[in-house]
């Protein structure tokens, strides 16, 4: 009998530890996830998207166009929401100018860009587009485009329908394929006349390409193949972490003389990252783990990184990433890896925008380098960012990039102000001006510090600061 009574005590016990167990589970908050990059953007409005593909090649290239969404009286919707609805049957002839986000790698689809579409939140008139290139995240040759390609074994690869990118579609190793094939039908697909093409990393190479091979040969043609190519189709270029010159780049990363780059890194990470690279060792962990840990320096800043990031880093084409880049990432060895089109770059006949992250991979001496070849161009040093600025510095990028094609819609002079100006400009507007963010050989810099505090002075009379009402009500959302 007293067996009995403890072998019941002990079941009686279990339940309810068990259910203790239950009721805390269901009181513990929800796991946290990530961060998502509409939270990271500023004012963003209500958007509707239009997604469509184009076949070229035999592989269907995936597109999204967004706009501002109109509710049924015709007014502007403001909420913090988007509406994935199609509007494949929509006019869109009241668009007056269009922005082409060309995404980097190669073969890095274009999730990571999206928190450039709130610069379709500028107006009523503007859309921006998306689009993966050939092969990578939503434009897989193959029948089943809704599989996922990426670099990991779990997943349905690129490799899985063909033996090899090299082999099937030696185009996607092709520079020139997405610069005067792949971009101009697209762009004869959505019937532009009236366009700025946006370039991240790689796809500041393709933008390079696409002005100076296609735009330029065609310019004095009325039409090519039904599609006008007049030089108005063109409007500007905006170049975020731009290289010209592929080994002048892998340079300045080891600049001792420069700033916030590899060699400023403690001198047993240089000595391992050279060891690890003389030998090739780049599968080995070591080389992995400096690497991921590295990218939070220089490449994203923004740690944990958010889900559009993510999201294209499951939809990275691998083999065409090393093919066209190589497969180190600290040098270029790959298809690219002879680029410079320096000489070329007095050849762009409209403005350019370049900007880059104060702890870029791609280094101010680089990007200025580049800015002094063009005829007509301005540049921007965004004070928090690493490579990918449009998550790091998402809502200052968005009004860098605002401003600069208002300008040029508006035919106002591009090039005005020196870049000193620029870079204090763009600092100031998030209400960080951060010692050494302007540049020495600025022949302005003395004025330019006069307006900076005439300005604050005339803010504090007025009542109150853009500055504050960037920080305390700049659009973000809450995050819970």
């Known amino acids: ?143 089943n485009t809704t599989a996922t390609v990426s670099n990991t074994s779990a997943d349905t690869t690129i490799n899985d329908a063909a033996s090899s990118v090299k082999d099937q579609y030696p185009h996607l190793l092709d520079p020139t394929y997405y610069s005067e094939i792949e971009l101009p039908t697209l762009i004869h697909h959505w019937k532009l006349q009236h366009y700025h093409v946006l370039g991240h990393s790689w796809g500041t190479i393709l933008a390079q390409l696409f002005a100076l091979n296609y735009v330029n040969k065609h310019k004095k043609n009325t039409t090519v193949e039904g599609f006008n190519t007049k030089e108005e189709g063109l409007q500007s270029l905006i170049l975020s972490g731009p290289i010209s010159n592929a080994q002048a780049y892998i340079s300045a990363q080891w600049n001792p003389a420069d700033q916030n780059n590899l060699a400023s890194l403690p001198p047993f990470v240089q000595h391992r990252i050279h060891a690890l690279e003389e030998s090739k060792a780049y599968d080995s962990m070591e080389y992995k783990a400096i690497d991921s840990v590295l990218s939070t320096f220089f ?110 819609e508006e035919g106002v002079e591009i090039g005005g102000m020196n870049e000193g100006e620029t870079t204090k400009a763009a600092a100031a507007a998030d209400g960080t001006v951060e010692e050494g963010d302007a540049v020495k050989d600025s022949p302005s810099h003395s004025w330019a510090w006069i307006k900076v505090v005439i300005a604050f002075l005339a803010g504090l009379v007025i009542g109150e600061l853009k500055i504050g009402r960037r920080r305390n009500g700049d659009g973000y959302t809450t995050i819970a």
């Open 1 to 143: 009998m007293p067996s009995t009574t403890a072998a019941f005590a002990v079941k009686a016990l279990l339940c309810s530890l068990l259910l203790s167990l239950i009721n805390f589970a269901a009181a513990s908050p929800q796991q946290w996830k990530q961060w998502t990059c509409d939270e990271l953007t500023p004012n963003l409005c209500e958007l509707q998207v239009e997604s469509g593909s184009v076949t070229i090649k035999s592989i269907p290239v995936h597109y999204w166009r967004y706009t501002r969404k109109k509710n049924d009286y015709g007014n502007k919707n403001d909420d913090n929401q988007e509406s994935y609805q199609s509007m494949s049957n929509s006019n869109n002839s009241s668009i007056s100018h269009s922005i082409i986000a060309l995404h980097g790698g190669p073969g890095w689809p274009h999730s990571y860009l999206l928190p450039l579409k709130q610069l379709a939140c500028r107006g009523d008139t503007a859309e921006v587009i998306f689009y993966d290139q050939a092969g990578c995240g939503e434009s897989v040759p193959y029948a």
């Open 299 to 408: 490449t994203l800043r923004t740690a944990p990184p958010p889900d559009c990031f993510g999201d294209s880093a499951a939809g990275v084409n691998e083999e065409v990433y090393v093919g066209m880049q190589g497969a180190s990432e600290f040098t270029i060895s790959g298809v690219l890896g002879d680029l410079d089109l320096t000489s070329r770059l007095p050849e762009l006949s409209v403005p350019v925008l370049l900007t880059h992250g104060k702890y870029d991979t791609m280094r101010p001496s680089t990007v200025k380098a580049i800015q002094d070849q063009i005829p007509i161009s301005e540049r921007v040093m965004f004070p928090h960012s690493g490579h990918v600025s449009m998550i790091d510095d998402a809502g200052l990028m968005n009004d860098v990039v605002a401003s600069f094609i208002h300008r040029v």
